[in-house]
Nanobody, 123 residues
Framework: VQLQGVWGGLVQAGGSLRLSCAAS????????MGWFRQAPGKEREFVAALRSRTMPYYASDVKGRFTISRDYAKNTVYLQMNSLKSEDTAVYYCTARVRWSVAYYDYHQYEEWGQGTLVTVSS
């Protein structure tokens, strides 16, 4: 599976932004697609994941503000981010894993990564 993310940007606090990530190559067997983020000087952290055709999972600090979704026909995963805060500033990465893992929140579990896109939230 190859992933190509599209595009972050600069947004004011309280604003919204949608990230998208197109996948190619065997995506029909991808059990999980998700998003992680990494702020300067910090470890990559879990944001959201979507188990194929079932339920989403969210980090506690984005739940209720972010929504992950997937268009199976377009092989694209989205992250709708609302009510953005300055602490959401980070490089966001999309990711995929062929088989389900209960440790979906652990970035070591994932096999494929998009190139990352910077999201900057100004206060």
């Amino acid at each position: 599976v190859q992933l190509q993310g599209v595009w972050g940007g600069l947004v004011q606090a309280g604003g919204s932004l949608r990230l998208s990530c197109a996948a190619s190559g065997g995506t029909e067997n991808t059990a999980i697609m998700g998003w992680f983020r990494q702020a300067p000087g910090k470890e990559r952290e879990f944001v959201a994941a979507l188990r194929s055709r079932t339920m989403p999972y969210y980090a506690s600090d984005v739940k209720g503000r972010f929504t992950i979704s997937r268009d199976y026909a377009k092989n694209t995963v989205y992250l709708q981010m609302n009510s953005l805060k300055s602490e959401d500033t980070a490089v966001y990465y999309c990711t995929a894993r062929v088989r389900w893992s209960v440790a979906y929140y652990d970035y070591h579990q994932y096999e494929e990564w998009g190139q990352g896109t910077l999201v900057t939230v100004s206060s």
